[in-house]
């Protein structure tokens, strides 16, 4: 299984930005496809980027798409998630994760993906 760990996490006030980490390590064969998720209390996990590590193909929620970027780096073993423009309703834990199935598109459903790190809180004051 791909160990995954987050860093970058903050607060921050409205109109700010942050870049997360994820450092993906102890696989054999590299994942497939990478993403970022976040989650608050009261609500579900929800996909926010998605990255093909083949080629690097993005794919986003539209509430996110104008403002973060996802990329990676392959000789760091690393993807990144670049947030400008936080807003305090982007306040919540982040996850990178990794999955492995045969698929055309990142995907954003979390049911899809198999190794999960332990989140970096992002914190947006208004």
């Known amino acids: 299984q791909v160990r995954l760990v987050e860093s970058g996490g903050g607060s921050v006030q409205a109109g700010g930005f942050l870049t997360l980490s994820c450092a993906a390590s102890g696989y054999m064969y590299r994942p497939a496809y990478m993403g970022w998720f976040r989650q608050d209390p009261w609500k579900e996990r929800e996909g926010g980027a998605a990255?093909?590590?083949?080629?690097?193909?993005?794919n986003y929620v539209d509430s996110v798409k104008d403002r973060f970027t996802i990329s990676q780096d392959k000789a760091k073993h690393t993807v990144y998630l670049q947030m400008n423009n936080l807003q305090p309703e982007d306040t919540a834990m982040y996850y990178c994760?990794?999955?492995?199935?045969?698929?055309?598109?990142?995907?954003?459903?979390?049911?899809?993906?198999?190794?999960w790190g332990q989140g970096t809180q992002v914190t947006v004051s208004s």
């Open positions: 990255i093909y590590t083949r080629d690097g193909t993005p």
């Open positions: 994760a990794a999955g492995t199935d045969d698929t055309y598109y990142p995907p954003l459903r979390s049911a899809q993906y198999n190794s």
